[in-house]
């Protein structure tokens, strides 16, 4: 017994049954760890023995597991499930976003970006689809590209950590897209990350697919709409001048363009217009109306004084003899007769009237006429001149009225170019007298008088009507003006000279004992006049003194005048005292 005993002693690790000499090996997944034992004990969950005859089961390392006793070898644990314990009876699924991809996972391993599992015990990540992403470890889903971005999905190359931007020219309009859409014709994309297309503006347009810009459409394009692909000609009408996006302008005011497409407009030329925009033709201009320049938006009225037809650059002086008294004028009117219009230069406003003294009977002329000898106009504007009346007359050539005929003329016939002269003897004091008036007896007048004279002292007119006055002959006088008879110088007095307005008495010493007398005789030595006017002379008295201005005494040829003298017989004179002697 002792012997059998101290065999089992030994045992650890097997045990012995009965008698057994020896002892046997506990089998895999069993164990005993005491001496002299008769039986192996169940490795427990979680452990295992891959050997026969052990003393102990070993812990199931991390990445394996044992579910029951007895387990000759721990697990692996399977892909997508993992443990990092010992003597794990189990493993643990590996959570949505992570895996293990092959048995015996110690720990799970999150997905990569661009990658997710959704499930528990995943053995595989999946890519990212087209329009998804994903930027972080251990996603169990994808996140969603917002408009404007994509994605092509994860790849093997590629993993899609990140939506994209739309290059320019293209366009994601929807979530969840993995591509953009390149922008259709008349639309652009002119930035990254674009959520739609943008319609060109009118005024451009873009003919290909995909681009980020419209382009302008050149001089004489437009496009009206938005969303052109490609830019239409400027109507007639209207014009671009440069590449812009502007819309083609109506032509302005005084331009014109009757072919599309253009980048510009044309004036209207002279003697037309526009008054309207977007005009494809100017219109002329119409009558009584002008455009100098070209480019007009409208024409001028001819100024009063000028005309035009139409279609016209300038206005036309009115022609002499016309005129236009209003602005505005398609063609001059005739001068009435009587008036006229002489300026064919600048043209005539207004006709004016004849002069007075003038006279014009026909229509539309450049002058009037001078109203010929004997007619006349009292006032301007007259188509007929008047005849002069009796008492006036109108030189031929004076530009002046009739006129009356001055005093000293006369006129008894109608349309005379002179006066009269009124004959000697008669006259006219006023104008315009159509007869004369005789002057009166002691009156005269010559040729052509306005008055009357009376004759002076010592002149007489006889009859009426005389021309002039005769002197009183020697003898005779006239001792007033207006006579017209003489008087005959009385005796004692005489009249030397014709025309004498007085008879002159005979001095002292002479005299005269006839009427009508020329002279004075002197008297007689020894005879003397005491005073004047004497008809006779006396005999000198005998001691009678005498004046010397009584007496005279010839000595030799010299008549010499003493102060006192003396008869000292009868009819002689002799000196009593010579006081001075005069020659």
Not at 326 to 333: A, L, N, R, Y
Not at 419 to 443: D, E, H, M
Request: with cysteine; charged share 15%.
């Amino acid at each position: 017994m002792h012997s059998i005993w101290a065999h089992l002693s030994h045992c650890a690790g097997s045990f012995s049954l009965g008698a057994a000499a020896q002892c046997t090996p506990c089998p895999t997944g069993r164990f005993q760890g005491s001496n002299g034992t008769s039986f192996c004990i169940d490795c427990p969950i979680g452990k295992h023995a891959n050997e026969t005859g052990l003393s102990a089961c070993f812990d199931c390392v991390p990445g394996k597991f044992a579910t029951k006793n007895a387990s000759s070898e721990c697990l692996l644990c399977p892909a997508g499930r993992a443990t990092n314990r010992t003597q794990a009876t189990g493993c643990d699924p590996c959570l949505a976003g992570f895996v293990t991809r092959i048995a015996g996972g110690v720990t799970c391993l999150p997905c990569d970006p661009g990658f997710y599992a959704d499930q528990n015990a995943s053995v595989e990540c999946f890519a990212c689809p087209g329009g998804r992403f994903s930027n972080t470890t251990g996603l169990t889903e994808c996140s969603r590209c917002t408009v404007g971005k994509f994605s092509a999905g994860s790849t093997v190359s590629f993993n899609a950590t990140s939506c994209l931007p739309c290059d320019p020219g293209k366009a994601a309009g929807a979530a969840e897209l993995d591509q953009c859409t390149a922008c259709a014709t008349g639309t652009s994309a002119p930035n990254n990350g674009s959520d739609k297309c943008t319609p060109c503006f009118a005024g451009q347009f873009q003919s290909q697919l995909g681009q980020p810009t419209c382009e302008d459409c050149d001089a004489g394009l437009y496009s009206a709409v938005p969303g052109s692909s490609q830019c239409t000609n400027c109507t007639e009408g209207s014009y671009k001048p440069i590449r812009s996006p502007q819309l083609c302008s109506a032509c302005e005011q005084g331009r014109y363009q009757p072919v599309p497409g253009q980048r510009n407009c044309l004036n209207c030329s002279s003697g037309s217009f526009a008054l309207e925009t977007g005009r494809t033709d100017c219109l002329p201009c119409p009558s009584g109306r002008f455009a100098a320049i070209p480019g007009q938006a409208s024409c001028a009225a001819c100024d009063a004084g000028k005309y035009s037809k139409g279609n016209a650059s300038i206005c036309t002086p009115c022609e002499v003899g016309r005129f236009a008294n209003i602005q505005g004028s398609g063609d001059c009117k005739l001068c009435p007769a009587g008036r006229f219009a002489s300026d064919g230069v600048n043209g005539t406003q207004n006709c004016l009237d004849c002069p007075r003294f003038t006279n014009q009977t026909l229509q539309g002329r450049g002058a009037c006429v001078l109203c010929p000898g004997g007619y006349e106009t009292t006032s301007p504007g007259q188509s007929e001149c008047r005849i002069c009346n009796p008492g006036y007359y109108r030189p031929a050539g004076l530009n002046d009225a009739c006129q009356q005929c001055p005093p000293g003329q006369y006129q008894d016939q109608p349309g005379t170019l002179i006066c009269k002269n009124c004959t000697g003897g008669n006259f006219t004091s006023v104008p315009g007298q159509t007869a004369c008036s005789r002057c009166q007896a002691g009156f005269f007048s010559p040729p052509a008088s306005s008055e009357c004279k009376p004759c002076l002292a010592g002149e007489i007119s006889r009859l009426p009507e005389s021309a002039s006055c005769e002197k009183c002959k020697v003898g005779e006088f006239a001792s007033d003006e207006k006579l017209s008879v003489c008087s005959p110088c009385i005796s004692g007095r005489y009249a030397r000279l014709n025309g004498s307005a007085i008879c002159e008495p005979c001095e002292t010493g002479r005299y005269q004992p006839n009427a009508s007398a020329a002279d004075c005789i002197n008297c007689l030595a020894g005879t003397v006049t005491e005073v004047k006017s004497q008809v006779q002379c006396s005999i000198v008295g005998v001691g009678v003194c005498y004046a010397c201005s009584v007496c005279t005494l010839t000595v030799g040829a010299l008549w010499w005048c003493v102060d006192v003298f003396v008869a000292v017989q009868r009819g002689q004179v002799r000196s009593l005292c010579w006081s001075f002697a005069v020659l």
